[in-house]
């Protein structure tokens, strides 16, 4: 299996950050319209981005920056048309949700690093003055999302993946209310 590629956090920090390895799942399946009847390819590429998002406290950055969060969001809401696949998907965006809280780019090798000073300037970052921890730029990436994933069908969406997308909807609601705190507070010391 693919995964077991994936199965130590070395491991995974060579294949995010070295070899490129969320950009290509990305691009080559998740987003790519041919892999939309490629059951098989969708249901490997979802599991490879979960382990991947294991040690959210050393991937985090990259994985947003590459934008692995938006295509496991369309994965797990609209695009695996196998639950697992789509499960698999959801319990990724909840694990960058739950760890990525703790990472720090000095934690990190030096391309998790430029990532985050990339972060610090993007429009996410309020008046790009302050570096956000990778939870709340993943809730960020999630956000546009929440009404689809609040518009789900209940009776053909697997229970499995309703769970990791009420997680992550929990997590959210968390993270974006301290994003516009950070926010308000800038504004008040302008």
Request: with cysteine; proline share 4%.
């Amino acid at each position: 299996s693919l995964c077991v590629l994936a199965n130590s956090d070395d491991r995974i920090v060579a294949m995010v950050q070295e070899v490129g390895m969320v950009k290509v799942i990305c691009d080559d399946l998740l987003d790519c319209p041919s892999s939309n009847f490629d059951l098989n390819g969708m249901k490997a590429g979802c599991d490879l981005m979960r382990n991947l998002c294991i040690p959210a406290h050393l991937t985090v950055y990259t994985i947003v920056s590459s934008g692995g969060v938006t295509s496991l969001a369309t994965a797990a809401i609209a695009k695996a048309r196998d639950q697992n696949a789509a499960a698999a998907a959801a319990a990724g965006i909840r694990l960058l949700l739950e760890k990525g809280v703790n990472a720090e780019p000095s934690l990190t090798t030096t391309s998790s690093v430029a990532a985050a000073e990339d972060n610090e300037k993007s429009e996410h970052t309020p008046n790009g003055s302050i570096p956000l921890n990778g939870s709340i730029q993943v809730a960020l990436d999630v956000a546009p999302k929440v009404m689809l994933i609040l518009g789900m069908d209940l009776v053909t969406t697997h229970p499995f993946v309703r769970v990791e997308l009420a997680r992550c909807l929990c997590f959210i609601s968390v993270y974006l209310w301290k994003w516009l705190n950070i926010s308000d507070d800038n504004d008040d010391n302008d």
